[in-house]
């Protein structure tokens, strides 16, 4: 066989679809392998670039590619579209896969070790059991609204409400049955996810980068974990105001003949990390509009920006600040606080 200089290789379930080219770019490998043969085919093939879309079970072939000597190079998705030329398909999959890598200014995923994706399946689970629990409290709510029972706003108040229709001799005998079912499928939730949060804090604090990310306000120990999970490889990102480009913090930009023209922020990246970030920048606004003291900068930004415009603004100093610490090692130096926001409900 001639020498192959890349292969672009398209992975699904059962089939992979190859496609290499060698060092004049012209094709010599177009081949479809099962799942079983695969790893059979690499192990023998000399060493080569080979490019995966970054998806579902990459990281893993990734690692196993690279334990036979191979150069392994993940590419997001949306990077490799533009290169399938038509009809899309496995064969044009790797193709544009082959093509796409071999792009001087193309932006690659850090392949994950297998722990690093054991940390990221922690905040996984915790996710989707905060989700849950959300979900089944609405439940519980909406049930017991159509009986006439309501209460207040907040998590703490469920369990009264279960206390009550469970106990409440009007409601039919089912209701109640029923209602004490969602009451010990919402105490396993929660018996859960305090022990997932318990494995997460632990982590946090066996970790020293996630450690200093805690100190920057707005950033708690949940954030500055998952910062760190979901960024193994920060200096791969040549400015903060990459980072938080990645995590969708920055304006579209449409811009066009001279004339700049800037929309709401992108919301690419991670939706998750980008939401703790903002909902952590929301509660230190809600302290600063209460207490009336805060940064300089922050003080100023409140005079001029609705709140919701202001807590985007503090996530993507957040982000920056992050990106920062992440390469540098260095710690958090706060802002001297000043005294000047006059909130509106002291007013």
């Known amino acids: 066989m001639e020498q192959i200089s890349r292969i672009g290789m398209d992975t699904s379930k059962h089939i992979f679809q190859l496609h290499g080219v060698n060092a004049a770019e012209e094709p010599v490998l177009r081949k479809k392998l099962r799942r079983k043969e695969m790893a059979k085919y690499f192990e023998e093939l000399p060493p080569t670039r080979v490019g995966i879309e970054a998806c579902a079970s990459s990281h893993h072939w990734a690692r196993l590619l690279q334990s036979f000597g191979h150069e392994v190079k993940l590419i997001p998705p949306q990077f490799v579209k533009p290169y399938v030329k038509r009809n899309k398909n496995d064969a044009a999959d790797a193709e544009a896969l082959c093509e796409a890598m071999s792009r001087p200014t193309m932006r690659f995923v850090p392949v994950k070790t297998a722990e690093q994706q054991a940390a990221l399946m922690l905040v996984g689970v915790r996710e989707r059991l905060v989700r849950n629990r959300t979900q089944l409290s609405n439940t519980i709510r909406g049930y017991a609204a159509e009986f006439g029972i309501t209460a207040s706003k907040g998590l703490i108040r469920i369990e009264q409400l279960l206390e009550c229709v469970v106990t409440d001799e009007a409601l039919p005998a089912l209701a109640r049955e029923l209602f004490a079912l969602h009451g010990k499928e919402y105490e396993q939730l929660d018996a859960q996810l305090e022990k997932i949060e318990a494995r997460l804090m632990a982590w946090h604090r066996a970790d ?87 940064s300089p900068w922050l003080i100023n930004l409140l005079k001029h920006k609705p709140p919701k415009v202001a807590a985007v603004a503090l996530a993507n100093k957040n982000a920056r600040i992050a990106w920062k610490l992440m390469v540098s090692g260095e710690h958090y130096r706060p802002a001297k606080p000043i005294t000047g926001f006059n909130s509106p409900r002291a007013a």
Do not use: N, Y
């Not at 100190?215 to 791969?236: D, F, H, N, W, Y």
């Not at 480009?245 to 690419?268: E, Q, V």
């Not at 998750?272 to 509009?289: Q, Y």
């Open 208 to 294: 020293a980068c996630s450690q200093r990310l805690a100190q920057i306000p707005g950033i708690g120990p949940i954030g500055a974990s998952m910062l760190v999970m979901k960024t193994p490889a920060p200096e791969t990102f040549r400015s903060a105001r990459h980072f938080a480009a990645w995590l969708g913090l920055t304006p579209k930009d449409h811009s066009t003949a001279g004339k700049s023209k800037l929309g709401g922020i992108t919301r690419a990246g991670d939706e998750a990390l980008r939401s703790v970030l903002v909902v952590g920048s929301t509660s230190v606004l809600r302290r600063v509009r209460q207490r009336g003291t805060g």
